[in-house]
Structure formats: structure tokens, C-alpha cells
């Protein structure tokens, strides 16, 4: 065959990602960050407004990172008020271009929002987005000073919202609040509400499932029938009441209480605590949390078992107070199915007197002298060791009461004596252990010791609780 003399031009690849459907296109948008979705607007005319109708429109910390950066590229002396300045344009410029629903938006204000300005333009960009059918939202407003962002009243206006997220800011419930009808997991984080307005909040969600309160101080009677999940720390409760949660299945306190503060510990014994949870598989508690339940008389065991209970930590345990070692022997004993426990022993400032350490070692003798067993125990993490006679004792008792135990991680202190060290892991090596499957794995805070009796590479990680 006779060649033509004409050279074939080679076919361009057909163009795959802009022949997807529309939907496809701003779901692949959806998860890049925010400054790369607008920068497709320039690919060709078909990709120019995509980007408008992404439904998560992220302004995060990495926005403003991206604001800041562009800025300095711009500019070698940008300063925090042009990056002020451009930050508002920005969020004004996607607001008003963006065309499509938008159902989760989170806000990060890292500078100063003290300024009417600033607020200002907050309160109009909350009440552009009750019209976009916003399901997510996350107001960051961590401000140089503490406690001075307001949040828009348009905030409640969103009946469709399913998360709420919010920091450093403080509000007042309007009186004509209907609910968040469909609210599942509330984010409380130094967040101020006046006139009891949390209790209020949270009884108008009638399908909250998941609640978390960091650095609250206030009132708070829980009324939440669909509730799962509640944590609570830093926080100081005026008072504390607890009135329809039996659904909870994890529950984490950790509060701060300090002296000089003017708040005190809400009154729950342990009795009605455990008795308003009938569901808990997780439970965290924290020191203050342990007195409180502890300041009542604490019985052997509870009337009803928690036979839903599978993982316990306690922090802070204090092995040289009686009252802490009751509690949680109590809870052990009262959980049947009991397979992880966490413990955190406190350190103290002052070395026990001879008597002390005497009487503490005869109370444990004596809550240890009968037969208990934790029949379901598998894993068992402690730290904060000291190599005490009580805290000897206490994982003695572990050892020796849990026949289908497997594995036992211990985490000294750095400041441990050698002799102390030395003592107590000779006795736990030693201890006739019920489970002989039973291994233990020993490491100081800063690392393993050269004393070590564990198997395999041993992971930190596994005290961060």
C-alpha cells in the first residue's frame, strides 16, 4: 500500500473527570481544601462554578493558614490588620457566589473578634447561612480575650442541624427557642450560657445522642431520653442533676475543682450515680468525681449489677484514701463482664508516715481477704507507679482475682527509688497469678526500663487514657 505522505496527528485523550456528572464533580470538590476547590474555576468555562456548590464550605484553621500565606506572598510586611481585612473578603466572597445548600460549615476566628466590625460581619454570615440548610455547624471564635464573642441569635434559626460545634463564645437562649428538632452531638468548649440556658438546650434536642463539655461552670439537670454518650471535663457544676438518661452506654468526668473555686461538687452517691445508667459500657471517672461518689457509704457490691459494663478508668485513684479504695472495688465487684480497666494513681506531694501506710495496708488486707473474682478481665493498663505497699497490693489483687486475665501494662513513675522498683516488680513476678495466661509489661514514663519482663515492642501509646 502506497503511503500518503501525511502524517497522523495523534488523538488527545478524552478529558474523563470533566465528562462526570455534576454531582460526581462537587463530591470530589467536597474533599479538597477549600483554596484548591476555587482554584478549579480556571481549568475551563465548564469548571468555573463548580466550586460554588460544594456542599462543605470548611474555613477552618488551614483557610487561615492559606489566607495568611497568600497575604505574605502578596506582601513581605503583611500585617495582622490586612490579614483581618482579607479574611472578611474572602468569607464574603464565597458567601455570596456560592449557589447550592450548604450542610457543613465550620468558622475558625484565630484573631482578636472583640471588634464590632468583626462581629458584625459574624452575625450577617450566620444569617446568610440559615437559608442554606446548614446540617454541620463549627463556630471556633478563639479570640485573644477570653469570653468576648457573641453568638448570632440567627444561630438558632437552623432547624435543620444535626451537629453543633462551639467555642470560646457565650450566648443567652432567646425565649421563643422551638428545639433543634434534629440534633444529635453537641460540642461545648469554654462556652458561656446564661440563665441555666444549657439545661433548656439540651431538653429542647429531643434526639441529642452525644454531648461534650469542656470548661463549664454553671448549672446543668440533664434531661436527654435519647442520650449515649455524655463527657464532661473541666467543668464545675453549681449543680448537677440527672433526670432521663438511662440510654447512656459511655460516660467520661473528668472535672477540675479548685480552692479559690466558688462552685462545688454536685451530690450524687454512688447508688443513684450507677442507678440512673443502667446501660453503661464505658466508664471514665476522674478524682473529684471519685470523692463525690465515695462520700456517702459505699457498699461491697451494688444492688443491681452493671452487667452492661465492659471498660472502667479511673484516674487519680488514691490507694492512701480509704473511701477511693472502697469505690472502686465496689465497681469491679459489681461488673460481671468487666474486660478492660485503666487506672491512673495519684501522686502525692507528701510521703505517707509509717501509721498512715499501717492502716491503709490493714484496710486493704481486710477488703481483700475475701474471695473475689473478676471472671471477665482481660487487659488491665495502670500508671502514675510508686512502687507503694498499697499499690503492690492493689495489683496483687488484680493478679489474683482474674482468671481469664491476659495482660497486664504497668508505667512507673521516673522518679521511682530503685529499691522500691526493684521490690515491686519481684513481687508481682512472683504472685501466684488465677489466669496463667497472664503476662505483665513494665516501663517507666520515660521508656522501658532495663528491667523488663514484657514480650514483643512496647508501645507507649497504649497510657494515653
Not at 469548571?47 to 460544594?54: E, G, K, L, M
Not at 477570653?146 to 442541624?161: A, G, Q, R, T
Not at 472535672?255 to 442507678?275: A, N, Y
Not at 452487667?307 to 465487684?333: G, M, N, Y
Request: glycine share 4%.
Amino acid at each position: 500500500m502506497a503511503r500518503t505522505g501525511k502524517r497522523t496527528q495523534m488523538a488527545e485523550p478524552p478529558d474523563r473527570i470533566s465528562n462526570l456528572p455534576d454531582n460526581v464533580i462537587e463530591n470530589i470538590l467536597d474533599r479538597l481544601p477549600l483554596v484548591y476547590t476555587v482554584a478549579t474555576s480556571i481549568l475551563s468555562r465548564k469548571w468555573r462554578h463548580h466550586w460554588t456548590r460544594v456542599s462543605n464550605l470548611l474555613l477552618d484553621e488551614n483557610f487561615t493558614a492559606d489566607v495568611r500565606e497568600l497575604g505574605e506572598l502578596r506582601n513581605e510586611e503583611y500585617t495582622q490588620e490586612m490579614m483581618e481585612s482579607d479574611y472578611m473578603d474572602a468569607v464574603n466572597t464565597f458567601l455570596l457566589f456560592h449557589s447550592g445548600p450548604i450542610r457543613n460549615f465550620v468558622l475558625h476566628l484565630p484573631f482578636n473578634v472583640e471588634g464590632p466590625l468583626m462581629q458584625a460581619y459574624v452575625d450577617k454570615w450566620i444569617r446568610v447561612l440559615s437559608q442554606k440548610g446548614v446540617r454541620e455547624l463549627t463556630l471556633d471564635a478563639r479570640a485573644r480575650t477570653f469570653m468576648v464573642f457573641n453568638l448570632p441569635s440567627y444561630v438558632f434559626d437552623y432547624l435543620e442541624l444535626r451537629r453543633l460545634e462551639l467555642r470560646f463564645c457565650q450566648f443567652k437562649l432567646p425565649y421563643n427557642f422551638g428545639g433543634f428538632q434534629n440534633l444529635t452531638s453537641l460540642q461545648l468548649l469554654r462556652v458561656r450560657i446564661y440563665e441555666d440556658g444549657l439545661t433548656n438546650l439540651i431538653a429542647n434536642c429531643p434526639l441529642l445522642e452525644n454531648l461534650s463539655i469542656e470548661r463549664y461552670f454553671g448549672s446543668l439537670s440533664l434531661n436527654a431520653p435519647k442520650l449515649k454518650t455524655l463527657r464532661a471535663r473541666s467543668c464545675g457544676f453549681k449543680d448537677f442533676a440527672l433526670r432521663n438518661v438511662s440510654d447512656v452506654v459511655t460516660i467520661s468526668l473528668r472535672h477540675t475543682w479548685t480552692k479559690k473555686s466558688t462552685t462545688r461538687p454536685f451530690r450524687c452517691d454512688i447508688l443513684k450515680f450507677f442507678g440512673s445508667f443502667p446501660k453503661l459500657e464505658n466508664v471514665t471517672l476522674g478524682e473529684q468525681n471519685i470523692n463525690v461518689l465515695a462520700g456517702y457509704d459505699v457498699p461491697k457490691t451494688l444492688p443491681t449489677p452493671l452487667e452492661c459494663l465492659t471498660s472502667l478508668t479511673l484516674l487519680d485513684l488514691h490507694l492512701d484514701a480509704p473511701k477511693h479504695i472502697s469505690c472502686a472495688l465496689c465497681i469491679l465487684r459489681s461488673s460481671p463482664y468487666l474486660q478492660t480497666t485503666n487506672f491512673k494513681f495519684l501522686i502525692q506531694n507528701s510521703v505517707a508516715s509509717v501509721e498512715e501506710e499501717a492502716n491503709v495496708v490493714a484496710f486493704l488486707e481486710d477488703q481483700f481477704s475475701e474471695a473475689d473474682s473478676l471472671t471477665s478481665l482481660l487487659t488491665v493498663k495502670v500508671k502514675g507507679l510508686m512502687g507503694t505497699r498499697p499499690q503492690i497490693m492493689f495489683l496483687k489483687f488484680i493478679l489474683t482475682s482474674s482468671p481469664a486475665l491476659k495482660m497486664v501494662y504497668e508505667n512507673a513513675e521516673a522518679n521511682i527509688s530503685k529499691d522500691a522498683e526493684l521490690t515491686m516488680m519481684c513481687e508481682l513476678v512472683e504472685c501466684s497469678r488465677a489466669s496463667n495466661k497472664a503476662e505483665m509489661s513494665y516501663s517507666r514514663n520515660q521508656g522501658i526500663t532495663a528491667v523488663s519482663y514484657s514480650k514483643g515492642h512496647f508501645d507507649s501509646s497504649i497510657f494515653n487514657f
